[in-house]
């Protein structure tokens, strides 16, 4: 850490996101207002340079009198996390790198891998990593009219309740492969602004000409399928599986194989308050959760 100090930071700031206090520094000053935009949503300048994570962001370039190019390097503490000629590289992986710390790292907040759509008062929560499809997903439902929460995490509080996490969609693009960011209002859709419950949990994974006939979990079930996508499952096991169990108390958890999201969009909308194939009788209650039965998934 003392050599990254003596190496000459032109600008930097700190901030607090979900309780975990992020420093950020940089050797060329317009280099911040880039990763600064990059942040998680809601963040927060922090009143006190004393942090628990420091980034250290090198931009390379041009160096005369031969012109020989040096590496854009980013650090995390004193770890080397990218090296690479293009920037943008560069600051896409401080972005992944950042949100996964604050992800693993808050206080009181537990994020699972997941992307969220409000729906008629309720959350629709699609667990699932990167290459799921949980975005495509997510997008199909926001041009179908849901409120957009996230297609990253879904940030659950103690109660089982859903908050917003909207940083713009990045959608894949289907030649390249190559993300490009989204706001939900370029599909006509709009942003959630306040926690919602857990209506319904949707592992799904798509496999070309499948269809949509999934199956109910059992409430331990769903919890263990949450929990693997869970960030803090590892450091805050205790916390995480309390706060799931409760999601599964009062949602049923669907699993099954989809073919293209726009098939299966219709069924989860429209079966909704049935559970899309599921219906929950939420009158009556069997050791504290919602009694669920099972009708025909067509």
């Not at 520094?25 to 300048?45: D, H, I, M, Q």
């Not at 000629?85 to 790292?105: I, P």
Request: with cysteine; charged share 20%; aromatic share 6%.
């Amino acid at each position: 850490m003392k050599k990254l100090d003596r190496l000459g930071w032109a600008a930097g700031l700190s901030c607090i996101s979900y309780g975990a206090r992020i420093g950020i520094r940089v050797n060329t000053p317009s280099a911040l207002e880039p990763l600064v935009e990059r942040f998680p949503p809601g963040w927060k300048l922090a009143p006190s340079p004393v942090v628990d994570r420091l980034y250290s962001v090198i931009v390379g370039g041009s160096v005369a009198p031969h012109h020989v190019r040096r590496f854009n390097v980013l650090y995390g503490n004193i770890e080397t996390l990218a090296r690479s000629m293009e920037l943008d590289q560069v600051f896409d992986s401080f972005e992944s790198n950042l949100q996964l710390y604050v992800a693993e790292t808050a206080r009181r907040r537990v994020f699972v891998h997941a992307g969220v759509v409000g729906w008629g008062g309720q959350a629709i929560v699609i667990p699932g990593r990167s290459f799921s499809g949980k975005t495509t997903l997510v997008a199909e439902l926001v041009r179908a009219g849901a409120t957009y929460y996230s297609d990253e995490y879904a940030v659950l509080d103690g109660r089982g309740r859903v908050h917003p996490y909207p940083k713009p969609m990045s959608i894949r693009q289907p030649v390249t492969g190559k993300q490009k960011k989204h706001p939900p209002e370029a599909l006509g859709g709009l942003s959630g602004a306040k926690p919602l419950p857990v209506g319904m949990v949707v592992m799904s994974e798509y496999r070309l000409g499948a269809r949509w006939r999934p199956r109910l979990l059992s409430a331990g079930q769903g919890a263990l399928a949450l929990l693997s996508n869970a960030v803090s499952a590892r450091r805050q096991p205790r916390v995480a599986l309390a706060t799931l169990k409760r999601v599964v108390s009062q949602a049923p958890v669907l699993k099954g194989v989809r073919g293209e999201a726009k098939e299966v969009v219709d069924a989860l909308l429209k079966g909704f308050r049935g559970g899309a194939g599921v219906s929950s009788d939420r009158s009556r209650r069997s050791s504290g959760r919602a009694v669920i039965s099972v009708r025909e998934v067509r």
